[in-house]
């Protein structure tokens, strides 16, 4: 039996092409899986759904690696798992050199798949990390630059000083100081706090 299997990592992104790649091969749609979660790990919802169906002699159509996951690790231990434990061949459509339907099964034609695969898989990982690294590099430059990062700070109300005396004095409870201040009970304490008024 042939199954498709296509990810997207957020909701609002497409799956249209890959699932054309699946027509166009002829996989019926109730044979076609589909996830729109992170490719960080395997636990996604209708992808363990479909390694319940997978059975030996069954073939995976993925477009692209990528799209079976993005640690290198886990997705050669998954490639092993579903390969060699499962009994199952994977297909990998833009990239012909991972498809381990190879006649006979020869050796050399499935040494090609994992080598490339390993190939391919420290790539995407590397590229991951190098795109962390990046991204990590240019916040610590923007910081020494001057930019804030998170929300930025509320004001304080223009009452907030009078409303501070009053309540540290007693004449107000706190639920009255937070309540004539407008702004939350933990808001109101940090800027009791950082305007010296803390009891």
């Known amino acids: 039996m042939n199954y498709g299997y296509a990810r997207v990592s957020t ?22 899986y589909t996830d729109k979660e992170s490719g960080k790990d395997f636990n996604r919802t209708n992808y363990r759904k479909l390694c319940r169906k997978l059975k030996p002699g069954d073939v995976l159509f993925i477009k692209s690696i990528d799209r079976l996951g993005r640690n290198y690790n886990m997705v050669l231990d998954e490639w092993r798992i579903l390969t060699k434990e499962k009994g199952i061949d994977i297909v990998v459509i833009d990239m012909p050199l991972l498809d381990t339907r190879i006649e006979g099964k020869n050796l050399v034609g499935k040494f090609i798949a994992d080598v490339v695969l390993q190939v391919l898989s420290f790539v995407a990982e590397n590229e991951r990390e190098t795109m962390k690294q990046r991204q990590a590099e240019g916040i610590r430059m923007a910081k020494l630059r001057g930019v804030r ?51």
Do not use: W
């Open 11 to 32: 909701i609002a992104q497409n799956l249209d092409r890959q699932l054309d790649e699946f027509a166009k091969i002829g996989i019926d749609d109730c044979h076609i």
């Open 149 to 199: 990062f998170g929300r930025p700070p509320l004001d304080c109300p223009e009452n907030f000083i009078g409303i501070a005396e009053l309540y540290k004095d007693g004449s107000i409870t706190s639920s009255e100081a937070v309540s004539q201040s407008g702004l939350t009970r933990g808001t109101f304490y940090r800027k009791l706090k950082l305007y010296g008024y803390s009891k």
